[in-house]
């Protein structure tokens, strides 16, 4: 029972330790900053690979340290962040332009 508990606790510190040192705009579930975002606040990095990377990592420590997450929220986020991160590509990036 100890070594459920102590697995368990180590795995959700690190989860809430990967928030916030490696990226604190991933904290929450990402609905409410994708709903800024698209509200045209772009001041915060929510949609950095630094972010990205952040949620990814704690949605899989807080999943294996058997907290319970959302399906919907961090997903939106995540493939936000994607998107973003590809439409800088110059392959992506006449996307956003009128050009026919």
Do not use: N
């Amino acid at each position: 029972y100890l070594m459920w508990t102590g697995s368990s606790l180590v795995l959700c510190t690190l989860s809430a330790a990967s928030v916030y040192y490696i990226g604190p705009s991933a904290a929450g579930s990402g609905i409410p900053q994708m709903k800024c975002v698209l509200a045209g606040m772009r001041g915060h990095d929510y949609l950095s690979a630094r972010t990205m990377c952040a949620k990814i990592v704690s949605l899989i420590l807080a999943l294996g340290g058997g907290l319970s997450i959302g399906k919907e929220g961090p997903y939106v986020h995540i493939s936000s962040c994607v998107a973003s991160l590809l439409c800088q590509l110059p392959f992506f990036r006449r996307l956003g332009t009128d050009e026919d």
